[in-house]
């Protein structure tokens, strides 16, 4: 499966009203290529901080489902984040992490996620179900299921290393990716 | 003694100033002050590093909150980029409450060259900060909110040893 294609298919899966943190590099140029919307969040820079962005948003947020676009690189960076989700336990966090082994934004150099069962390391720190899917049915399939609000839940998506033609910088300054997203909450 | 600050009443002057989510990693100077956050209900995230600790910040910001972050200067070392390229890139301002270990030179020998580059670092990466004391928390806590609502800058809240009581 390609990355725009797990994230598309994620976003049909939830509903409208469900906001989404995007790991910085392809995964936000893919996302806003695809799918933008004010409800994303495209982080920019700050590797490895995705999801503690979510954590923050979904712990103040109850009435909102928050999914978290991550990478292997990014979680591997912060892997404490688990640790973080774990324990504090946000019911509406739904963590995906699209996993392509590599740096795909800095020229595919691999990570370490070939050897390290990120998803085993996200069920030993207490995220209520895990899911670990490589085809489009079976990512429908789990997303479903993680829409009821008794998270927090991880997916790890087997992506393809392909990249898509015709990504681009976000256009939207920081301060407008900010003010959209803080307005979609509303 | 009487004119050590009590972290109740530091505390107080930030619940008056609307903050309202507490996040952060503990330093002795500031144990007292995190076990009255944790008492009184407040949500009080302990991150498992400062860096986690900008970004769930930045988090509950986007959600509404007006977020105070703590931790010792050398765990701000640890936050720099996150606070560069998240917090101050897309001006989602935070209340820092920062320890100043190895101030005046004579902290544990860990501490000293933190000590001197603390405020230097401050400035470079320009992050307003007040120096609080008893006699001028009130009106710094005061002037910090003011730019944190008006001008969207992040501000630290500077905590030097002995300024501050730190035992029950």
Known sequence: M???????????????????????GKISREGYLKCDNKRNFYMLASMGKASSIGLGVALNKHDRTVIVFDGDGNILMNLDNLAM?????????????????????????????????????AKSCGYNRIFNVKTNEEILTATKECCNSNGPYFIL???????IEGTKIIPYSPEEIKQRFIESLY | MENILTSKEFFDELI???????????CSVIDKLIKIVSETGLTYINATCEDVAVAVAVGAYL???????????????NAVDTI???????????????TWRGFDGTDEVQHLDWGKITLPLFNVIGLPYFLISKDNYK?????????????????????????????R
């Open chain 1, 157 to 163: 998506v087997k992506i393809d290393k392909e990249q």
């Open chain 2, 16 to 26: 008056s100033q609307k903050i309202n989510f507490f996040c952060g990693v503990p």
């Open chain 2, 139 to 167: 009106e710094n806590i005061i002037k910090a909110m003011d730019k944190i609502r008006h001008q969207n800058k992040s501000v630290a809240l500077i905590i030097r040893r002995g300024y501050l009581n730190e035992k």
């Open chain 1, 85 to 121: 989700i774990g324990y504090f336990h946000p019911k509406n966090l739904i963590h995906v992490v699209l996993d392509n082994k590599s740096y795909a934004t800095t020229g595919g150099q691999k990570t370490l996620s070939k050897k390290i069962e990120l998803d085993k390391v």
């Open chain 2, 63 to 77: 959600a509404g909150k007006n977020p105070c972050v703590l931790m010792q200067n050398s765990g701000f070392g």
């Open chain 2, 84 to 98: 560069i390229t998240l917090n101050q890139l897309y001006k989602t301002p935070i209340l820092f409450v920062i």
């Open chain 1, 2 to 24: 390609r990355r725009d294609e797990a994230i598309k298919n994620i976003y049909k899966a939830v509903d409208n009203k469900s906001v989404f943190i995007f790991a910085n």
